[in-house]
């Protein structure tokens, strides 16, 4: 009873120590309430509970900063001689000042944020705006998910204070706490794609991206990064980041109740409080820097030999990364060149990381054999109109007689050398038997597409690479269509609609390779949700003819091309470009403005919209010359103007 | 009883206390004098569990110092104590009494009032002497076992001093309290301590060596 008496004496000390910071956390959480709560620009028919949720971002944001500052106050008592004195020689035990501080700084957080999290969405709730049976999971899962999100980042800021003995050095070991892993997988990636050229992506990368770095980690349990503020929140989707996200407080908690039972009190020499934490720093700074110094060799040399990228990166920038290191570690400049068995220990870690990326690389570049492949999506990336590559990869499945038609294409064009003519990028993925998948990236020439009109003729590749082959008619409130001059949306029921779906479907199936690379679309279709679900796009190519004939049983006239608008100028312009090393710079050289009815017209015979050039690689365009026609709309009332191309000659 | 057994205390290469042996006994007021840097207030950081010794153990009544057992009977009073800007002596002594539930409060009042100390003054408008006093007065009142106390003369006039010696003699008769204090003032110490002792570079010096330095001084 006694000792309880005297933890809670501290526990009261310690909140009024802390009185600044209560206030700050009141007032910034009840201000967000008041704010969103009275927030007008509520989209028509979406839900305001998505405010309330887990991702709202502004709750988000101010977790993370409340939870470095209170991480980097909770034991500021440490950075004052008199203040250790008087706490570290009051009647408790280093566990007990720690559970105080850990205490309180939970509930300095915790109550203010749930209460003013309840506040809103009661508020939300009163005025309208949410539902309490689809609110309520989302609103208690967002202060949970907030909670340990808090608890997370307040942890880190914490141990980077307890270890470094400097106001900069703990700013800096925070930083390299929260953005350093993530940097770390960066360069890794940045290290597979420019060691390995079939390198695309990796599962396991993607995966530790996830959970590795700080702020993702917390990022993907609030689903911060998902469509408005994390609406569509769901528990199972987000468990494992959310489990991560307990674990990884609990283990940071008891790391820190550790180290500060540990912890000095007197002033070490050096700048960390530990000589661990000096390794940490020291080790970390050199991966990230050395992987970042061979990645911009590969990049500026052009993906020269990586042999010698490596040595050079080895023998020149070890050392030189570690003179910087001595001198910051050590705030000395005349450390430079101090330190002769780090300096070894390093080049040798430095060597082996390198040579394991290399030999990891090469492993992981091997195409697996046909008998292990359980499954395949292939990607033309020149082949635009389709969906976004990852969609398609995610999507498209070909397994039986088109998985060996499409693996026998692949291992193919993966042996072919790619020479100085035109290449073309393929991503591939493919399925193992033993549950792993595996991405690669393939340059290939121009004719080793000859063979490709077999596998874009399979069922699984046209699902997969058009969404509009996947879909149902059902979500879809409206059909919307333009030819890049006209737009319009189509006066259809919900039979006409499905009708139309079908045959837009047929046409598609029947679209070949070989039309793509000799034809330019002629217009877009778009399906459109009213619930923001994703709207769903296609092209229109001029051999469709039952979805022509059936627009022009509904007046339109979708055939129509610019050269049969009454046209009242076009203007010319032709572009010079410059390549570059990293980038390529385009400007205008000349321009040219005709008026003349005869040129016009011929001029607008060969000229395509430039919305819908999207497989210029495929079917060419020429990029020089640009060309904005004035034309009148089919009212004939208002002058509009349009950009296109030419084909390219 | 505190028990210090062959303590070493290191700050990077240099060796403040080196295998120090020392036994204070109970109800004693036990002085020890040394010069700058001699390792007298790391010492009674050791005892109070403040640092923590590289070699060694020291016990107080046969309890490790780092556990709350020993440390509830200690009251630590070091040389710069620390209060909040905005502190009087009674927020002094209602936060001390959060931690010693036997913190002796009218007694604490009777002392301030003693001092001519306002007890709703802010503690930073007082002089060195004066906060020396307020936590003189909080120290005693705290009513624990064991008192440490880092120069706890210095800054005080001599009228005050003699007060001062009068209240940790009271202390450690009336209330069986042991104190040990360290001090450069080494006539002060021989006026109340009842056991004496000298750091000298890290060690504690034999009586006699402690009497020649006096005569010395003298």
């Not at chain 1, 590559?389 to 294409?409: C, H, K, P, V």
């Not at chain 1, 990293?582 to 015979?605: A, C, F, H, W």
Request: hydrophobic share 45%.
């Amino acid at each position: 009873m006694e000792g309880w008496k005297r933890f809670s004496g501290l526990l009261k000390e310690d909140l009024k120590s802390k009185l600044g910071m209560i206030v700050a956390v009141w007032y910034v959480l009840g201000m967000f309430c008041l704010l969103f709560s009275m927030k007008m620009t509520v989209p028509t028919g979406e839900m305001r509970s998505l405010y309330v949720g887990a991702g709202n971002t502004s709750f988000f944001a101010a977790t993370i900063i409340i939870g470095v500052i209170m991480g980097a106050g909770t034991f500021r008592f440490l950075y004052s001689e008199s203040k250790i004195d008087l706490y570290f020689g009051l009647p408790f035990t280093r566990k007990q000042l720690f559970a105080a501080g850990l205490i309180n700084n939970f509930l300095i957080f915790t109550v203010p944020m749930v209460l003013c999290r309840l506040l809103f969405f009661s508020i939300s709730l009163s005025m309208g705006y949410s539902e309490y049976e689809s609110s309520a999971v989302s609103v208690w899962a967002g202060c949970v998910v907030l909670v340990l999100g808090f608890l997370f980042v307040m942890n880190l800021s914490m141990l980077a204070f307890l270890l470094a003995q400097n106001t900069g050095y703990r700013i800096g070991l925070l930083v390299l706490f929260l953005f350093g892993p993530g940097t770390g997988i960066m360069l890794w990636e940045k290290m597979l794609k420019a060691l390995v050229p079939s390198f695309y992506r990796s599962e396991l990368l993607e995966m530790l991206k996830g959970y590795l770095s700080p702020l993702a980690l917390f990022g993907n349990a609030a689903g911060i990064h998902e469509y408005a503020d994390g609406a569509y929140w769901t528990m199972e989707s987000h468990l494992p980041y959310l489990l991560y996200l307990a674990v990884a407080a609990v283990i940071l908690s008891l790391i820190n109740l550790g180290v500060f039972a540990i912890r000095p009190a007197e002033r070490r020499s050096g700048m960390f409080t530990f000589r661990f934490a000096e390794y940490l720093v020291r080790y970390s700074c050199m991966a990230l820097a050395i992987l970042w110094f061979v990645s911009g060799l590969q990049v500026f040399s052009s993906g020269g030999n990586s042999a010698v990228i490596m040595a050079i990166g080895v023998l020149i920038g070890v050392p030189a990364v570690h003179g910087l290191l001595n001198m910051i570690i050590a705030f000395d400049a005349r450390k430079f060149l101090t330190g002769r068995w780090h300096l070894l220990a390093e080049l040798l870690v430095m060597a082996v990381l390198l040579g394991g990326f290399s030999l990891w690389g090469k492993r992981g570049g091997e195409i697996p054999p046909k008998e292990n492949v359980k499954s395949a999506a292939v990607v033309l990336t020149a082949l635009r109109s389709g969906d976004d590559s990852d969609q398609i990869l995610r999507n498209m499945q070909l397994t039986g007689e088109e998985l060996f038609d499409a693996y026998d294409w692949l291992w193919t064009v993966s042996g072919e050398k790619a020479g100085r003519e035109t290449t073309y990028e393929v991503l591939a993925k493919y399925e193992l038997q033993n549950g792993k998948t595996k991405y690669f990236k393939y340059q290939i020439p121009w004719y080793a597409l000859d063979e490709f009109e077999k596998i874009y003729n399979q069922k699984s590749f046209k699902e997969g690479t058009y969404e509009a082959l996947r879909m149902d008619s059902l979500k879809y409130a409206e059909v919307q269509w333009t030819n890049g001059l006209e737009s319009y949306t189509l006066d259809l029921d919900e039979e006409e609609r499905q009708k139309f779906l079908e045959i837009y479907q047929q046409d598609l199936e029947k679209l070949t390779f070989e039309k793509i690379c000799q034809q330019t679309p002629i217009g877009k279709i778009t399906f459109a949700s009213t619930k923001n679900q994703g709207d769903v796009s296609g092209y229109i190519y001029p051999g469709f003819h039952k979805v022509l004939t059936y627009m022009s049983q509904l007046g339109i006239d979708a055939d129509k091309k610019v050269s049969d608008y009454e046209l009242t100028k076009i203007v010319v312009d032709n572009y010079m470009f410059t390549d570059g090393l990293l980038y390529d710079v385009r400007y205008l050289e000349s321009e040219k403005i005709i008026t003349d009815p005869g040129n016009m017209t011929d001029m607008s015979q060969t000229l395509f919209v430039e919305d819908f050039c999207v497989d210029s690689l495929l079917h060419a365009m020429n990029p020089d010359t640009e060309f904005t026609v004035y034309y009148r709309d089919s009212a004939g009332r208002t002058v509009n103007s349009v950009k296109c191309l030419a084909p390219a000659k | 009883m505190i028990e210090i057994c062959n303590i070493t205390k290191r700050f990077g290469n240099f060796t403040c206390l080196d295998h120090v042996n020392l036994t204070i006994p109970d109800v004693s007021i036990y002085g020890l004098v040394g010069e700058n840097g001699a390792g007298k207030s790391t010492l009674l950081r050791l005892i109070s569990g403040v640092y923590r010794p590289d070699e060694g153990e020291i016990k107080i009544d046969g309890k490790e110092t780092s556990r709350v057992a020993a440390k509830k009977e200690v009251f630590y009073m070091p040389d710069r104590q620390h209060y909040e800007r905005n502190d009087t002596p009674l927020s002094i002594g209602r936060f001390y009494r959060n931690f010693y539930p036997e913190f002796a409060m009218e007694e604490y009042r009777y002392l301030l009032e003693n001092f001519s100390l306002d007890e709703n003054a802010l503690v930073d408008s007082f002089s060195k002497g004066m906060k020396k006093q307020m936590f003189i007065a909080a120290a005693i009142c705290a009513n624990t076992k064991y008192l440490l106390c880092d120069e706890v003369f210095d800054g005080l006039d001599p009228q005050i001093r003699k007060t001062v010696n009068k209240l940790l003699k009271s202390a450690a008769n009336g209330r069986k309290m042991t104190i040990l204090i360290v001090s450069h003032y080494m006539e002060e110490l021989d006026k109340i301590c009842t056991e004496k002792g000298f750091l000298h570079r890290g060690r504690i010096l034999a009586q006699e060596e402690w009497n020649r330095l006096l005569v010395e001084e003298a």
